[in-house]
């Protein structure tokens, strides 16, 4: 399964994300793909394109982004929204692949 913790709601100071789906053990795993994309294009949005540097780490199955001001979430805190409500919408969707949940910052 693959879960995803959000830091805070408004703004939203960054996420976790962590598992597999294990959807289709036999073949790609369409939802992972998925999620990875939305996840990579968020996190390439805020280092590449708005430049900021927040604590990042990736390896296969965890990613983590967290800002490290409350300016640095309010500047982000679109983006961030979109993609909480996209992983939010296949949580939906694939409930027993994907579980999106909140913590404190």
Do not use: W
Not at 71 to 99: F, M, N, T, W
Request: charged share 20%; hydrophobic share 40%.
């Amino acid at each position: 399964m693959i879960k995803v913790v959000f830091f805070g709601k408004e703004p939203v100071y960054g996420f976790h994300i962590t598992g597999h789906s294990d959807a289709t053990p036999d073949g790609p795993e369409v939802i992972c793909a998925g999620v990875s994309s939305a996840v990579y294009m968020t996190a390439n949005l805020i280092t590449e394109v708005i430049g900021l540097k927040p604590e990042l780490s990736a390896e296969d199955g965890d990613m983590l982004l967290k800002l490290q001001t409350e300016q640095e979430a309010v500047r982000c805190d679109d983006i961030l929204q979109g993609l909480r409500l996209h992983l939010s919408s296949l949580a939906e969707q694939y409930p027993k692949y994907i579980k999106v949940t909140y913590s404190e910052v």
